[in-house]
């Protein structure tokens, strides 16, 4: 049986002309909107949404491109931009009654997130960015043997055909790959769960190809842009990271902080999939963050 949000009500929100969002709605009270990671989907946040949703508005989509959201064609650069991802969150939130509601996002979401606290900041009240570096900082930083850690990152980097021919030819293996590899506790993910989405990463190559490339180019000019304006995330900013700064050569903190003037940054000790790893503690930080 294919695992749910136990409790959630699971609808398609229209967020752009023929993109529809497979989302998650639970709980009630002041909205707090759940954006997923690679190789996930929504369901990647359900021991914190299930926390949350006793007194928030808790909504989970699948970002568009993964899971059961729609796939539109790459037609060009902005189509999986994290500028157009980030869009889609906020017209998902306002067609759900809310022009204004805290962002959290892990991995790939965590990027959305970072571009809608900077597109839309009259939208985000708080942001909360899990085990990520902005786009710009991340490719600035990897470099020489550390960089093997992101290989994905060059592959799927590379021109519309190979990267796409080559991942679909052992998706399992491929997406698998980095279930296996990023978590420090394999039990964190069950057999149920991770077969929800290796069969959901395995339909949905094109566009995740696409949105990997995309972070190879039309998101960093959007953020070397911001950069040279100056522009700043205005709403408390929450980043929580596994302790791998260090060891990668840079100070994780320092480069958030050169984002946002109102920053708490703290390390968790746990794997890459720390809302499954360590859902009490994320949700901890989550509504510390909500507090402020």
């Not at 805290?102 to 597109?119: I, N, P, S």
Request: charged share 20%.
């Amino acid at each position: 049986m294919q695992p749910t949000l136990t409790g959630f009500d699971h609808q398609r929100v229209e967020v752009a002309e023929d993109v529809f969002l497979h989302t998650a709605v639970g709980g009630s009270g002041p909205p707090v909107v759940l954006l997923h990671g690679f190789p996930q989907t929504h369901l990647m946040w359900r021991h914190v949404a299930a926390d949350l949703a006793v007194d928030h508005t808790v909504i989970c989509p699948d970002l568009r491109g993964y899971g059961d959201s729609d796939k539109p064609a790459e037609k060009d650069a902005d189509t999986y931009s994290k500028r157009t991802m980030a869009h889609d969150i906020v017209a998902l939130a306002k067609n759900l009654g809310h022009d204004r509601f805290a962002l959290a996002g892990h991995d790939r979401g965590a990027l959305v997130a970072f571009r809608a606290g900077l597109d839309h900041p009259g939208a985000i009240t708080h942001l909360a960015c899990l085990d990520v570096l902005p786009t710009l900082d991340m490719w600035e930083a990897l470099n020489g043997t550390a960089a093997a850690v992101g290989f994905h990152l060059y592959l799927m980097a590379q021109p519309p055909g190979l990267p796409e021919q080559m991942i679909t030819a052992s998706a399992d293996a491929f997406f698998g790959h980095f279930l296996d590899v990023w978590a420090l506790d394999p039990k964190a993910v069950p057999g149920e769960v991770r077969a929800a989405y290796l069969r959901a990463c395995r339909a949905a190559v094109p566009s995740i190809v696409a949105d990997y490339r995309a972070s190879a180019g039309i998101d960093v000019e959007h953020d070397l842009a911001d950069r040279a304006a100056g522009s700043l995330l205005t709403m408390p900013v929450a980043v929580l990271q596994q302790d791998w700064g260090a060891a990668l050569g840079y100070e994780a903190a320092a480069l958030w902080g050169a984002w946002a003037g109102d920053l708490r940054h703290s390390t968790v000790s746990c794997g890459h999939f720390m809302a499954e790893e360590a859902p009490a503690d994320i949700a901890a930080a989550l509504r510390e963050l909500l507090e402020r």
